[in-house]
């Protein structure tokens, strides 16, 4: 099904030069993902830099997005934190803002259990009638959403997938395999790619579609098509780039591939810093 589609890209968030949001790069950067495959767009997710965005700059770049895709793709919004009711408040302004699903990350740093776990995204998602995208990254938050609780949330009316990426295949596959008809799972690791169609999921949010969309909606056409064997070349193939461009932190080499293929999208406000010479010229290596 892929409500999504099955390539949808975190998108990286243009900054001009003084790290304000730039509203024509941003129109120049959307044109470029939707001709080189991306079926929809998540903003102010982790790869948007969202830790360093105010509540005011979320909601005017959600607007700008959707004002300018003008029903071209879904819009996904990024409106989850580790304060419940500060995502509450962010997802009710994102729906009248005109989103079409919002993303939740895991509270982050807090730690909770499964069960706060569970009470954070059920308060969340019985506060909107959008539909919700939840969103496991262990790596990034310090806690795994166990299946047992994704799939306790999969019962709610408006919870319609996850992003997941804590790298574990048997748990996604467990989610896969018991989840209700219309839950889908899409893979949250451009690495992971191939291997989470493989056991059933249905697309994946990238980062490495912003340099390489057009190669991956290859891969993933030829893979649902019955061509597997020409499906695993290109993940091979692409492989180098989807490591290559987390070899720093993100989304400072997704930046500077951008910056290199001539859509320029300017830098990164800290914590984050631009890559060096050297770091600059290895992801330049990766998309000549």
């Not at 310090?142 to 709610?156: C, D, P, R």
């Not at 600059?280 to 998309?287: D, E, P, W």
């Amino acid at each position: 099904m892929a409500r999504f589609g099955r390539l949808v890209t975190a998108m990286v968030t243009p900054f001009d030069d003084t790290l304000q949001i730039d509203f024509s790069r941003t129109e120049r950067l959307i044109d470029h993902l939707l001709a080189t495959g991306t079926t929809a767009l998540v903003v102010s997710g982790t790869t948007g830099e969202s830790p360093t965005l105010s509540h005011q700059e979320k909601l005017s770049l959600l607007r700008h997005v959707v004002r300018y895709t003008n029903g071209r793709c879904p819009v996904i919004v990024g409106t989850g934190s580790n304060n419940t009711m500060n995502s509450i408040e962010l997802t009710q302004e994102a729906e009248r803002a005109g989103a079409d699903a919002v993303m939740l990350v895991a509270p982050y740093y807090n730690r909770p259990s499964q069960e706060g776990l569970y009470q954070h995204f059920k308060s969340i998602a019985e506060s909107t009638s959008l539909p919700v995208m939840l969103y496991n990254v262990p790596g990034r938050t310090g806690v795994n959403m166990s299946a047992e609780t994704t799939l306790k949330l999969a019962q709610l009316p408006n919870v319609v997938c996850v992003k997941e990426a804590s790298g574990n295949l048997s748990q996604m596959a467990k989610i896969i395999e018991h989840a209700p008809e219309g839950f889908e799972l899409y893979s949250g690791d451009d690495a992971l790619t191939l291997p989470v169609l493989a056991i059933g999921g249905v697309g994946i949010v990238s980062v490495a579609s912003h340099v390489i969309g057009s190669e991956m909606i290859r891969m993933i056409e030829q893979f649902f098509a019955g061509n597997h064997q020409e499906a695993a070349a290109l993940h091979r193939k692409l492989l180098p780039v989807f490591e290559g461009l987390f070899a720093y932190p993100s989304p400072s080499p997704t930046k500077a591939a951008l910056d290199k293929m001539g859509i320029p999208v300017g830098g990164v406000r800290l914590p984050l810093v631009p890559l060096n010479e050297q770091e600059r010229a290895f992801v330049h290596s990766l998309i000549q």
